[in-house]
């Protein structure tokens, strides 16, 4: 199934119009004021039902998104963040999840008070900053999304609209997007009965939707994807024929185990070398994240591509 016939064939998300206006007007707020990014996060679901009980999900906690999100909006972009319902996001990513419960950070003074804990006051202070500063200058929307369905179509509908922003706007596609689907027509209605035994599931592949979102619906955009890969024997030839078929213009590649301290940047242009980004025994003592070293690159590359 090509693209065009998928989204003929899809039912539409019933919030698809809302979320365009609200992106519309946040992306005229920001239209020749400053550099707006497209951060997608998380992994996409594919249902087995219409009421859905069960579904299939793929990898990704939204850490990687989120974690940019930050030093997008530190670098000065106006950041979209399509992410998954209730994975990682920006600022409260710090104090969310089982990890890091909120709740451990506070105490409750002998006044029956409750307070941060000193010891953290000062990280948690400049967390806060920065998440009310995004909120007053409006920098920050979020759009989430649970299917692959709820993902295809709301990106082509954000970039159609940021196309306007010509080579302004970034896509930063980082979202882990389910390459299988039960197609509108063939889903059950109601929940699937074990009572016949076995199920046999028969899924269409999800179109490619690189090849549109290059060529047609952003097609001034500075586009990077990402490239997971759990084999790193075959992760740069895999990086280097996305670029070739989809014409975009950075491939990130990472390896599902050494993600966190290492990527690859991958160009389209034969002879410009791949770029290793990683983070050194001290970094990775000290708690750096590795998208503080990607982010800087990209704004580099985007503004060297805003005036070519
Ligand atoms: O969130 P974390 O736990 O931190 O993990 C981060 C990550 C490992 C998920 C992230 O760094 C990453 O690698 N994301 C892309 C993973 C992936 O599934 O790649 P892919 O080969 O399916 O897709 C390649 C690119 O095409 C992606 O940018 C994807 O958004 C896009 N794509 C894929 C399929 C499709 N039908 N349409 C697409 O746009």
């Excluded at 946040?26 to 990014?37: E, G, L, S």
């Excluded at 299939?56 to 974690?67: I, K, Q, V, W």
């Excluded at 963040?81 to 409260?92: A, I, K």
């Excluded at 059950?188 to 599931?201: F, M, R, T, W, Y």
Aim: aromatic content about 10%; glycine content about 4%.
């Amino acid at each position: 199934m090509d693209p065009q016939e998928y989204f003929e064939s899809q039912i539409p998300p019933s919030n698809l119009s809302e979320v365009s206006e609200r992106v519309d007007s946040f992306v005229n707020n920001h239209f020749k004021k400053r550099k707006i990014v497209l951060v997608t996060s998380g992994g996409t679901t594919v249902p087995l039902e219409n009421q859905t009980v069960r579904f299939l999900d793929n990898f990704s906690a939204g850490t990687r998104g989120a974690t940019s999100a930050e030093f997008f909006l530190d670098a000065g972009y106006a950041v979209i963040f399509l992410h998954r319902q209730f994975s990682l996001q920006p600022y409260s990513r710090h104090y969310s999840h089982s990890k890091n419960c909120f709740l451990d950070y506070m105490k409750i003074n002998e006044k029956g008070e409750v307070h941060v804990e000193q010891k953290w006051n000062l990280n948690m202070k400049e967390v806060l900053v920065k998440y009310q500063n995004a909120k007053k200058l409006g920098t920050l929307i979020m759009i989430d999304f649970v299917t692959v369905k709820d993902y295809l179509f709301t990106l082509r509908s954000v970039t159609k609209i940021l196309s306007k922003l010509k080579k302004d706007a970034m896509l930063y596609l980082a979202a882990a997007v389910s390459d299988f689907f039960v197609p509108d027509k063939k889903m059950v209605e109601h929940k699937i009965q074990s009572d016949d035994g076995p199920l046999d599931l028969r899924l269409d592949k999800v179109p490619k939707i690189l090849s549109p979102l290059v060529k047609e619906w952003a097609p001034n955009s500075f586009v990077v994807s990402f490239k997971l890969e759990t084999d790193e024997s075959i992760l740069v030839k895999k990086s280097k024929k996305s670029l070739k078929t989809y014409g975009h213009h950075i491939v990130i590649g990472n390896i599902l185990t050494t993600r966190k301290k290492q990527v690859i940047f991958v160009y389209p242009e034969e002879d410009k070398p791949i770029l290793e980004v990683t983070l050194n025994e001290e970094e990775l003592k000290n708690g750096t994240e590795i998208e503080s070293k990607i982010i800087p690159k990209l704004v580099e590359g985007h503004n060297m591509f805003r005036i070519e």
